[in-house]
């Protein structure tokens, strides 16, 4: 049942949700609602659901299934390419809990959190893409 390709199949899946939600919510969400009177109340419950389906489920699962991938591909976590991804992965868990906890959750009533939301969200972007890069290197043996 639990096979070493459906591991990796589970991870790739659950990493087009992670990176994928995150473009779709910068360049078709945020561009459509940012002029619009309902802006602070979309940005919140949108924000609310991407936090648990996102930040919550879908990070804990690619954590649980890279692991995974590093005992059933190479053996456990020997190779420093997979520390090193393991490393920004923290990166992404701790900027995400600030992101949704903390600037996400007070940008309704202050520009300054806004803007703290807005850039911590495109650092998560960047270190997303990064993730990503650093499981093909892996997967090349880099
Ligand atoms: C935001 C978090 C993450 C994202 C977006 C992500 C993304 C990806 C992607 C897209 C691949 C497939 C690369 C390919 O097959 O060419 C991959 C592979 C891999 N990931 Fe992750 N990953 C994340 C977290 C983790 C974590 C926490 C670990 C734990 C050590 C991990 C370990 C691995 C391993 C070992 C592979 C390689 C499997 C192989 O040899 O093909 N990943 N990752």
Do not use: C
Not at 28 to 40: E, G, L
Not at 98 to 103: E, N, Q
Request: net charge positive; hydrophobic share 55%; no cysteine.
């Amino acid at each position: 049942m639990f096979t070493k390709e459906r591991f990796l199949w589970l991870h790739v899946i659950l990493a087009t949700f992670w990176v994928g939600g995150m473009i779709f919510l910068s360049l078709v969400i945020a561009p459509y609602i940012k002029d619009k009177p309902f802006r602070d109340e979309a940005f919140q419950e949108v924000g609310k659901k991407f936090s648990l389906y996102g930040t919550m489920l879908t990070l804990s699962l690619l954590f649980i299934t890279g692991l995974t991938n590093a005992y059933l591909l190479h053996g456990g976590l020997g190779d420093r390419s997979i520390l090193e991804k393991l490393g920004v992965f923290f990166l992404i868990v701790i900027v995400s809990l600030v992101h949704d906890l903390w600037a996400g959750k007070k940008a309704l009533h202050s520009e300054y959190h806004r803007k703290w939301a807005r850039w911590l969200g495109l650092i998560n972007l960047l270190l997303g893409f990064l993730a990503v890069y650093m499981g093909v290197r892996i997967r090349l043996g880099l």
